[in-house]
């Protein structure tokens, strides 16, 4: 993982980097990319590419299939070093710190810039199965092929989007920089929601979060994932993370899926600090329906 590999990272070379590139520009029309493409694509002789290939293969960035017609496909750590280099060539991140949190959808690591840490979210999203694909069909557009970078891409460039919209009137970390499947966002203090125990005044906390709620719907996006668990809860701070499945209050099922946000939230308080709310109440009174 990011750990592994990040170690090699300064011991890679331009031609290294172009090879890269290479196999992911044949990615965007076949899974596997034959060696004369990826020498077409990065503009080296087909000697020269076998051998980085070869080279980058052993640092576990491509992986190789077949015998006599060999091709190559990037790993996710391929993908994450191309996505990390423009972040290191932007002066977004100059070393990387620990893992925040691996779940199936997202790798998520902190890492500095000038000292100061911010959060790097590598998306994951093909990762996982065919559902999640088909989950995320709704922005796959009518390309005919994709592979599951190109899915995760979508994800980080969805996430990036809604965050940079809410961010400055909704609760949200601040985002600072998309490239590939990678964000690059503040770094948020306290944890999960989930994982506290709210002493004094849990209810204050509720209605905060439904104001939140009602402040992004009224921008126009409906969270769609929400839960205790993508709550950021600090000593005096709340924010609400974990964005690439918002939807626009226009789509089809955006009423369906702000619903389940409502429900979600409710029941865990209900659950957890005994506060009975309504959800269809509350359902009414954030969109306007008194
Ligand atoms: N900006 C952030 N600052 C601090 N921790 C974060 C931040 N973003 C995510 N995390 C941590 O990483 C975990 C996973 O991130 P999240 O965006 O929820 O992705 P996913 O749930 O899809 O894996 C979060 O539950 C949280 O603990
Ligand atoms: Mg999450």
């Given at each position: 993982m990011v750990d592994r590999f990040i170690r090699e990272f300064g011991s890679l070379e331009k031609d290294d980097f172009r090879v890269l590139r290479g196999v992911e520009e044949g990615m965007k029309t076949r899974d596997w990319v034959p060696v004369r493409d990826v020498s077409v694509f990065s503009g080296l002789p087909v000697d020269e590419v076998e051998f980085r290939l070869g080279r980058v293969g052993g640092l576990g960035l491509v992986e190789r299939r077949g015998m006599d017609r060999v091709r190559f496909r990037l790993s996710y750590n391929g993908y994450d070093v191309l996505a990390l280099n423009v972040f290191v060539s932007r002066g977004v991140v100059d070393s990387l710190g620990g893992e925040l949190g691996v779940g199936k959808e997202a790798e998520v690591y902190s890492a500095l810039i000038d000292g100061e840490e911010v959060v790097l979210k590598f998306h994951r999203e093909g990762k996982v199965s065919f559902r999640d694909i088909r989950r995320s069909r709704d922005y796959l557009g009518d390309r005919e092929h994709y592979s599951k970078l190109y899915i995760a891409k979508l994800a980080a460039q969805r996430e990036y989007k809604y965050l940079d919209r809410l961010f400055g009137e909704v609760r949200v970390p601040e985002p600072i920089s998309w490239n590939r499947h990678l964000i690059a966002m503040e770094k948020l203090e306290g944890r999960e929601l989930s994982r506290v125990k709210l002493d004094n005044d849990p209810q204050f906390i509720l209605e905060i979060i439904y104001e939140e709620i009602e402040k992004a719907y009224d921008l126009g996006v409906v969270h769609g994932d929400l839960s205790e668990f993508n709550i950021h809860i600090a000593e005096d701070d709340l924010r609400i993370i974990d964005w690439p499945q918002a939807v626009q209050t226009?789509?089809?099922?955006a009423d369906n899926y702000l619903k389940r946000d409502i429900k979600n939230i409710t029941k865990y308080f209900e659950k957890k600090y005994q506060i009975k709310k309504d959800p269809e109440e509350i359902y009414k009174s954030i969109t306007n329906q008194k």
């Amino acid at each position: 993982m990011v750990d592994r590999f990040i170690r090699e990272f300064g011991s890679l070379e331009k031609d290294d980097f172009r090879v890269l590139r290479g196999v992911e520009e044949g990615m965007k029309t076949r899974d596997w990319v034959p060696v004369r493409d990826v020498s077409v694509f990065s503009g080296l002789p087909v000697d020269e590419v076998e051998f980085r290939l070869g080279r980058v293969g052993g640092l576990g960035l491509v992986e190789r299939r077949g015998m006599d017609r060999v091709r190559f496909r990037l790993s996710y750590n391929g993908y994450d070093v191309l996505a990390l280099n423009v972040f290191v060539s932007r002066g977004v991140v100059d070393s990387l710190g620990g893992e925040l949190g691996v779940g199936k959808e997202a790798e998520v690591y902190s890492a500095l810039i000038d000292g100061e840490e911010v959060v790097l979210k590598f998306h994951r999203e093909g990762k996982v199965s065919f559902r999640d694909i088909r989950r995320s069909r709704d922005y796959l557009g009518d390309r005919e092929h994709y592979s599951k970078l190109y899915i995760a891409k979508l994800a980080a460039q969805r996430e990036y989007k809604y965050l940079d919209r809410l961010f400055g009137e909704v609760r949200v970390p601040e985002p600072i920089s998309w490239n590939r499947h990678l964000i690059a966002m503040e770094k948020l203090e306290g944890r999960e929601l989930s994982r506290v125990k709210l002493d004094n005044d849990p209810q204050f906390i509720l209605e905060i979060i439904y104001e939140e709620i009602e402040k992004a719907y009224d921008l126009g996006v409906v969270h769609g994932d929400l839960s205790e668990f993508n709550i950021h809860i600090a000593e005096d701070d709340l924010r609400i993370i974990d964005w690439p499945q918002a939807v626009q209050t226009t789509h089809p099922e955006a009423d369906n899926y702000l619903k389940r946000d409502i429900k979600n939230i409710t029941k865990y308080f209900e659950k957890k600090y005994q506060i009975k709310k309504d959800p269809e109440e509350i359902y009414k009174s954030i969109t306007n329906q008194k």
